[in-house]
């Protein structure tokens, strides 16, 4: 599409920007230092997180690991637990390896061109301009969610953003919109436009500096934008779970040893997601501890279900209660007894929080069968 606004339009319009900033912008912790390590978190923390859910684990992990060196020290395990609620844990991943690779590899120093910053784990085009621009000061873009809608907006951009011509179309605009000077300041500023004024829904048009410039509220359908490619069907997936129970209330949990979802957490042992809505048969779950864990348990209990939503799925987890009779996990498993209420050093995922939480809704644990 053509550009509709020039050089100098694109002057004024950052200017309107950035006296709004100056006036109204958020006071938050991650703008209050030029240190890359604390921007750096603070922006994969906010990847597809808002600001609140962020703040308590921000601070709680800056307490722990205040410097980049100090991350990169840590264990795997004691990163997942801090982030522990906070979702999408390939983010953490990605923290601590990126951690690791800037000591060894780089000095302990964030390297300063969009180039390198793009190979480190877990940082996109729109991560490294930010880092960049808000930490040294270079003129850089940024298009994460909230620019993006920001800018179909101001566009009354006729294609969904992420598809090719979109997502090329947003970004020649990020980067005539963004000032040489103060780009940093910019970024900060058009990110807190699109989370407190041009939201989602209800976007608070008369608030917005660039309301005269806006195509979307000039139509008078500024949630019409952004366009949405038409979004197929979650598919749903089973899968049960065995609460291997010991008299004195701990749980086996074993370690999800793979880097895919949920990679590096903990769980209750189980089988996969997979299609069949049916439960197993108690004798079935029974059998799977026995064969893959050389554990013996009384015969299972079922518990009421557990429904939690992916990015990509939606799972149903049926839950049994497996009072535990004898054995022990092999080694090789990892297989933990903890007690799950207490611990909060073993990271968990909400799902399986969830899933734990149904032995304090049922009954009294049954008596040991024969």
Not at 17 to 32: A, I, K, S, V
Not at 100 to 119: I, K, N, Q, S, Y
Not at 226 to 250: N, S
Not at 301 to 325: E, G, K, N, S
Request: net charge positive.
């Amino acid at each position: 599409m053509e550009n509709p606004f020039g050089e100098a339009t694109c002057r004024q319009l950052a200017g309107l920007l950035l006296t709004r900033y100056d006036r109204e912008g958020r006071d938050l912790p991650w703008r209050r230092t030029r240190d890359p390590y604390r921007i750096w978190l603070a922006e994969i923390m906010l990847q597809q997180t808002g600001v609140k859910t962020v703040l308590p684990y921000y601070a709680g992990f800056l307490e722990r690991f205040p410097t980049i060196q100090a991350l990169a020290e840590g264990e795997l395990e004691e990163v997942l637990s801090l982030w522990q609620g906070l979702g999408y844990y390939r983010r953490a991943r990605h923290l601590h390896a990126t951690a690791r690779h800037v000591v060894r590899e780089l000095g302990g120093r964030f390297p300063d061109t969009c180039e390198a910053m793009g190979r480190l784990p877990g940082i996109g085009p729109s991560t490294a301009g930010a880092i960049l621009a808000i930490a040294f000061g270079q003129h850089q873009a940024i298009l994460d969610g909230n620019v993006k809608r920001v800018l179909a907006r101001v566009l009354a951009l006729a294609m969904p953003p992420d598809t090719t011509v979109g997502k090329r179309t947003l970004w020649e605009q990020a980067r005539r919109l963004t000032p040489r000077e103060r780009p940093g300041d910019y970024a900060q500023a058009i990110m807190d436009l699109g989370a407190t004024v041009c939201t989602l829904r209800q976007p608070l048009c008369p608030s917005c500096p660039w309301q005269g410039y806006c195509a979307a509220q000039r139509e008078g359908c500024p949630e019409a934008y952004p366009v949405r490619l038409a979004q197929a069907p979650k598919p749903r997936k089973y899968q049960f779970q065995a609460l291997v129970t010991r008299p004195d209330g701990r749980v086996l949990l074993l370690p999800k040893r793979d880097a895919t979802l949920l990679g590096g957490l903990w769980h209750p042992p189980g089988d996969e997601p997979g299609l069949s809505a049916v439960p197993p048969e108690a004798e079935a779950v029974r059998r799977h501890l026995a064969e893959g864990l050389g554990i013996q348990v009384a015969t299972p209990c079922p518990l009421d279900a557990v429904a939690h939503t992916f990015t990509h799925f939606h799972l149903t987890v049926f839950p049994f209660l497996c009072p535990w009779r004898a054995g022990e996990p092999p080694e090789a498993s990892g297989g933990r007894w903890i007690d799950w209420r207490q611990d909060r050093r073993t990271p968990l995922a909400t799902l399986h929080r969830k899933v734990l939480a149904r032995l304090s809704e049922s009954p009294a644990t049954p008596a040991l069968e024969a």
